[in-house]
């Protein structure tokens, strides 16, 4: 089944009985109305989805800015390996779009609310949804850092064992970014090390609180998305540095977004990751890269 965005025809892939979808993306999704639109290739796209036990049956996800990119990619492995995923719900060929602003704490909150009276709960959060315009710097603060916390406190409402949650694990998508800077994005480096930082505190402070939940930060290099295509357009002030960036994507190369993808299912169902930060990196033909957790001090025993 496909569906219309305004980047075009988007397939969407549903395995399970039925799947609800909050998108926060933005850039691509603000008055966005979704229109069904039969196509015969559907029953192939869904055979890729097998359905043998898997290693997440009988758990619900949600994924925010999950219509295209990594936040698809995202979408695809959670429902390949038996989640149930909040991205879109339908049933009886009726087809319905929620718009969920992560600028917006009731359409957070709504969207979470929806999630959880649709499934039985929440067990996994996977806060995505982001922009780069250095342009609009005060907008991508507000989306790629405000968005996540707001999102993680709201989710605590659903998961946390202390108010009747199961638990679960949260996974933020941040950046290399959010490990070393990169000079002509110093707005969205700077958010993305809050992400870092934010969700190792929100780690320890589950662990020490009895939330039950764990948190991990996602930190991929370049990965091919419309993102990233676009990064020499959203430089604002720092558009001169512009070739300096495409030396450190000449340098570190370009992700799959399906490599992200993997990397999360790690983070997602290796239960002694906490608080851990994951560097996705590409591997090269000498196979230096690949994914690696990043040490930081601590300060809580």
């Known amino acids: 089944m496909l569906y219309q965005t305004p980047s ?3 397939p969407l892939p549903t395995k399970q009985g039925h799947i609800f979808f909050t998108c926060t993306d933005i ?15 559907a029953e192939v796209l869904l055979s890729q989805y097998p359905t043998a036990e898997m290693a997440l049956n009988g758990k619900n996800a949600v994924v925010t800015g999950a219509v295209m990119g990594i936040g698809k990619a995202i979408t695809e492995i959670l429902l390949q390996n038996g989640a ?26 709504a969207g979470l609310k929806k999630a959880a009276e649709t499934f039985g709960g929440i067990d996994i959060l996977c806060n995505n949804a ?22 993680s406190y709201l989710a605590l409402e659903h998961m946390n064992k202390l108010t009747g949650g ?31 930082g934010f969700t190792r505190a929100m ?13 991990n930060v996602l930190c991929p290099a370049f990965v091919q998305t419309d993102l990233f295509s676009n990064i020499p357009k959203k430089l604002g002030r ?18 799959d977004v399906s490599e992200v993808a993997e990397a999360l ?22 196979g230096k890269g690949g994914n690696s957790y990043i040490s930081f001090p601590t300060y809580v025993q």
Request: net charge negative; with cysteine.
């Open 265 to 286: 299912l790690e983070l997602v169902t290796d239960e002694t990751k906490n608080g851990q930060v994951l560097l996705v990196l590409p591997t090269d033909e000498d």
């Open 27 to 41: 850039e691509c999704c603000r008055d966005w109305r979704t229109t069904e639109i039969r196509d015969p290739t």
């Open 8 to 10: 075009g025809k988007v």
């Open 238 to 255: 720092f558009s001169e540095l512009c070739l300096e960036t495409q030396q450190l994507v000449e340098h570190f190369g370009v992700l």
């Open 84 to 109: 149930k995923v909040a991205l879109l719900d339908y049933g009886e060929d009726k087809v319905f779009f929620m718009n969920c602003d992560v600028e917006s704490e009731e359409d957070i909150k």
């Open 166 to 196: 199961r638990g679960g694990v949260i996974v933020n998508t941040a950046s290399m970014a959010g490990i070393g800077p990169l000079p002509s994005c110093p707005v969205y480096t700077a958010v993305k090390h809050g992400v870092v």
């Open 203 to 215: 780690a320890a402070a589950s662990t020490l609180s009895g939330y039950g939940i764990r948190f």
């Open 130 to 151: 982001g922009i780069l315009n250095e342009g609009l710097w005060e907008k991508m603060v507000s989306i790629n850092l405000m968005g996540i916390i707001k999102g």
